[in-house]
């Protein structure tokens, strides 16, 4: 068949995608927001919100500006459309994070009204949708973000650069979300433990109390952080496996014969994992089994879809008129590998990160001996989570690139193989990111809930959502770290071939050449320097709110007492955290671009062994904080369910240290860690022929 | 002149290096050990240090008899001597570690009588002579033995593999290295953690106090980990660093004429160096200025004998007669930017873990608002060093790749230039151990007192010997670390010729082939697993020790009570952590061994990304952990000094917890990792002729 058919059934998935976001949201804004004063907490979590967002973008904007003029003086290609792309990229992507974050601070107090109406059962399909409106925006801006771009670029304007030009929409989505990231999740953990810090531990009143000045940031954060710069970052990552291939056959497979194929290989995959989701999405409902089994039912249903369709459609594709295709099935191979890897690097987070497994159980149980050994037991669990995941990646690579291998005649066809299998890794994005923003709706569910004063059962409901939803996080994030690390390797290999193409001297990258050598150091300290920074950027945010919240307490008569119609000054504290983020975020994201720009223009082979340096420690970080704070937040959960002396004893004590402790692992520099990998390459790539 | 010259300096170096360990050694013989039951004190240490050296060479002989027969049977060199020099450099490294404990488990009691006698003026002296025993028995084997066997297997036997059989000397020493840092690590560990949580937290008696059991075990641990630990680790760092050019040397400048004169220069260096730092040895004494003064004093001296020595040697050892010679001076530029790099790498350690500067007062104030402040400040500040100091060791190493390009005539002479730059940062290493050894005499001589019952003043003396010695062993640690990184490259780059000569395709090893890069990401994740496994080896081993002192104290009548002549059972606990640390030890011992062997036989490019990768990462974490521990310890002692509420407070507790997640970062997984990576690079370079 005429592979460009997957060009127009691409289009028509994103459409479809955003179609079907549309329909979740009406559901949504159907549904009752409650009682007045819910509506009041919703509107100024969603007005906080909106603030930051704003501001967010703002700043970034004179970001996305100067590299806009980089890209404009740099790229020699004699016409705008580098920046162009990249300005559209950017736009996408802000896009996503709006729209699911507007969404979500809409679905909050939905959801606490429905689980006070009819407890989970009811409570469940209504966060799940508002998830999904982001799960499906997501997936189908980026689908048909892409998609457009390519008709655009390559199909109407045939510009010579077209696929240098696509990648610049990658570069777009990933400069949103590494500011996303690192802003939004400075926002959240500042607020959170200022609100914690004070009002827990210092003034002794519950989670969520409504005297609390930094309840109302703290929820907002949920929002910033976990559903806009999620999404903005899931966006990235998806786009970016998408174009490493193509990218990738636009350099390496010129003048053969599968070029074409090639192409739109990874459209057909993302097209068909569409389709799937959107399926799978409609299997999620409460039935006889258990929460966990209906999320888990539309996941494997998007799954089984999209694999029967590539197990069809590739060798279609890749028909017998085609020259120099081996074996088709090698690609298939490929995808299932992504899958496979994806599964299993989640499966690997839950099995750390899940008190159903042995593993939160002891670190718990070392709250016993104090917060030292909690600290220690989650910190060497989390380097043996990120161990293993390591090992499951290098082997999925190498069966990646055999798969690879085996489909076409060409040395390098095993690469094209490694960048299917990220595709094949973010292929059911749609549905993914949809049970994992559930969580944070579910989050701010239970928030409204408790400030609203609604009846306990209606808390314990949304605890039930929001602790499944903990456990389908640490999947997705799985999901996103496994793609992220394949991805940046498709596009380190990628590239390497646009120096090639550009007349670079760059056949190989020899470890042991000086320039690559002292690369690959630099390289490999930046994610430790990176994850320094954000730290105690979340640090200095966090006290600036301490303080906030101190003075308010001591400042405003009658507020810790709770005196009738005393109200904390919320918004002064969403202000606060607002700027401490804002201001924070900078450094730490405009290095990560730096970084590789000023090492390229000096020594492009340096700068292959900064790449491959900051993808090897970034990734070993990412996994490490992510599944450690994953630990330390359930190890405390699981005391606080009864364990070791349960709420209020020594043991959950030492547990909230450690909780504390992977806060800004677990939610800002982990998280932003997937980015700044992804970043860096999609830079190198970009300026490859400015550097040459 | 005839550079075979310098193999017979290099020789009588060593002996003189010898002499002067027993002259040190018959000095503090000499001196008093003070009452009854200090000597009784002294006994019990002794005894129980020796014990476990004894335990654990014997456990260690097992596997060096194992790798012995491996060479045997693998390396058809046709004649035992690789396994002869490999049993060899073990035997001299575990002398090397057994003399140095001996002396320092001697030198315990006297300095504290010394400090009885004549305050900080007399201990001083005497501590630091007990360390010179040490450092000049650390170096003077490592010269002598090292020029012995250049001597007996080049020089007499003429063997053709000569230098592969004098690298095994190194592998000799990097094994007994390894277990002794780890299973040394383990049990100083196990001891202090366990002393500490149940004698000073539980039940609430002070350090060092004699009713406490673990408390000779605690002093048995300083022994045996930061004495005879460092000493193999020490002793394995200087072979290695001499050994890496003159391989190097063998391998790539065959055919050339500077090749003998580059073989025995790494000889000169270090005796220039060894000559320095006796001379240096000998300006160590309390003057008028500070105690630090006084230590450093003898650093410099040594320091710039052996720069103005190096600076004089080089240009004749490389004269106008010998053919490829470019210009000497550029080795002199390597030598110097070695010493810079080490000591650029130290004043970072200082600068991040002296309660001098800004960082560890920061860190204390972190305590204020709680442990996983103080945990999170800690953790960034490591890893902020971390990345600093691989900053400077990468631009150090492409400016000593550029004194030896500028050196020779030939294409590989940078890498000549790196493997100097090694041997520049540890020229030194008899005055650095001599410096470093005494801190844990200082810190035994504190805890006789305390258990003897001598005045407080005794005490006070002792301690600020004991604060010192935290800093310069930071400092040496800086040395250590910074060398080993080098050395492990050096080694690499030897590696890679090694597989050529064997006939092996390694002539780059491209970070993008997949064999590579499967190793980069499985090298990169090894040093992570192995902090994980090492962290959790503390914990199990301190969680036994916890338990038997809550066994004594329960089950003794009048111990706790303090009651006279009741004494607990030190003995049992001495014998807890010995066999909690000979067991575990072993797996991480030898996963870092086999590894390499594995990988080897499967694929020597993946090996080649194995190596890469694990330098990285381990680089990276063995400062990060030393350096994290190192505030949070001085954080720690900072508040206990009297800031932020001082002793007792709140305060001082969150900084008590910091100080015991850093426990097995600095003491055990960080000192060890320094040795992964060199032994892992070298049974890579020994076994290199048997995986082609």
Redesign the interface.
């Known amino acids: 068949m005429d592979p460009i058919i997957w060009l127009w059934l691409a289009l028509a998935g994103g459409v479809l995608a955003l179609a079907l976001a549309v329909f979740y949201g009406r559901q949504v804004a159907e549904a009752s927001p409650g009682n007045e004063r819910m509506r009041e907490l919703m509107g100024a979590i969603r007005e906080g919100a909106m603030t930051f967002i704003k501001r967010e973008y703002t700043a970034v904007a004179v970001f996305v500006v100067i590299l806009a003029i980089l890209i404009l003086i740099f790229l020699d290609w004699g016409r705008p459309w580098g920046a162009v792309a990249y300005v559209f990229g950017a736009a996408l992507s802000a896009l996503a994070g709006f729209i699911g974050m507007r969404t979500a601070t809409a679905a909050n107090a939905r959801t606490a009204e429905a689980a006070r109406e009819g407890g989970v059962t009811k409570a469940l399909p209504l966060a799940f949708r508002g998830g999904a409106v982001m799960g499906f925006t997501v997936a189908g801006l980026g689908l048909l973000g892409l998609a457009l771009g390519y008709l655009f670029f390559e199909e109407i304007l045939g510009d010579d650069n077209s696929f240098q030009i696509i990648t610049a929409i990658g570069l777009g989505g990933s400069s949103i979300a590494l500011f996303s990231r690192v802003g939004g999740g400075i926002y959240t953990k500042a607020a959170d433990i200022g609100a914690d ?1 004070v009002g827990k ?1 210092e003034a002794g009143i519950p989670e969520d109390d409504p005297r609390n000045p930094a309840v109302i940031a703290d929820n907002v954060g949920d929002n910033v952080g976990d559903v806009a710069g999620m999404g903005a970052d899931l966006f990235e990552s998806y786009v970016g496996s998408l174009i490493a291939p193509i990218a990738f056959a636009a350099f390496a497979f010129s003048g053969f014969d599968f070029q074409d194929e090639a192409f739109f290989y990874p459209l057909m995959i993302a097209t068909l994992g569409m389709g799937g989701s959107i399926i799978g999405s409609f299997f999620v409902k409460p039935g006889e089994g258990s929460l966990a089994a209906a999320l888990h039912k539309g996941t494997w249903v998007a799954m089984s879809i999209t694999i029967v369709g590539v197990a069809i459609f590739t060798p279609i594709l890749f028909g017998s008129d085609v020259d120099g295709v081996d074996n088709a099935w090698g690609l298939v191979l490929a995808v299932v590998v992504g899958l496979v890897i994806g599964w299993l690097i989640g499966q690997i987070s839950e099995w750390f990160t899940s008190d159903h497994f042995r593993i939160v159980k002891e670190v718990a149980r ?1 709250a016993q ?5 909690v ?3 989650g ?3 989390g ?2 989570s ?2 293993f995941s ?2 499951v ?3 999925g ?2 069966g990646a ?1 055999w798969g690879g291998d085996l489909a076409f005649d060409h040395e390098l066809a ?2 094209y193989g490694i960048a299917i299998a990220a595709i094949g890794v973010l292929s059911t994005l749609g549905i993914t990111v949809s049970v994992d923003a559930y969580g944070p709706i579910a989050d701010n569910a239970g928030g409204i809930a408790e400030m609203a004063h609604l009846p306990p059962e209606v808390r314990e409901a949304t605890d039930a959502l929001d602790s499944l939803g903990n456990t389908t996080a640490a999947v997705a994030k799985g999901f996103a770290i496994a793609s992220a690390a394949i991805t940046a ?1 498709a596009l ?2 990628t590239f ?1 071939q646009a120096v090639v193409d550009a007349g670079g001297e760059l056949p ?7 320039h ?3 690369g ?3 390289g ?3 994610p ?2 990176f ?3 954000t ?2 950027a ?2 200095r945010a966090a ?1 600036r709110m ?1 303080e906030e919240v101190r003075r308010q307490f001591r400042e405003i008569p009658g507020l810790l007492q709770g005196e009738k119609d005393v109200r904390p000054d919320s918004a002064r504290a969403v202000d606060i955290s607002t700027a401490a983020a804002l201001r924070e975020m900078m450094i730490p994201g405009a290095l990560a671009v730096a970084l590789p720009l000023v090492v390229g223009f000096i020594s492009v082979r340096a700068l ?2 900064v790449l ?2 900051a993808l ?2 970034g ?2 970080l990412a996994i ?1 904080m992510a599944n450690a704070g994953g630990a330390w937040d359930n190890a405390k959960k699981f005391i606080e369910s009864g364990a070791f002396g349960g709420k209020g004893s020594d043991s959950h004590k030492a547990a ?3 909780d ?2 992977g806060d ?1 692992f677990k939610d800002t520099s982990g998280p932003a860690m997937n980015i700044v990998i992804k970043v860096m390459t999609i830079v190198s790539l970009i300026f490859a022929s400015a550097f040459v």
Do not use: C, H, K
């Open positions: 810090l531990v070392q001996t104090g917060p030292a050994t600290a220690l037991s910190i060497s669990e380097m043996r990120a161990a390591v090992v990646a290098a082997l690579m190498a690139y095993g690469i390797l380190f290999f390497r190989v990258l020899d470890i042991l050449d000086i690559v050598t002292v690959l150091f630099i490999a300290m930046f430790f320097l994850a320094a920074l730290i105690q979340v640090g006290n301490i292959g062994g491959a340096g090897l420690t990734f070993l490490f909230v240290v450690g504390t402790i800004p």
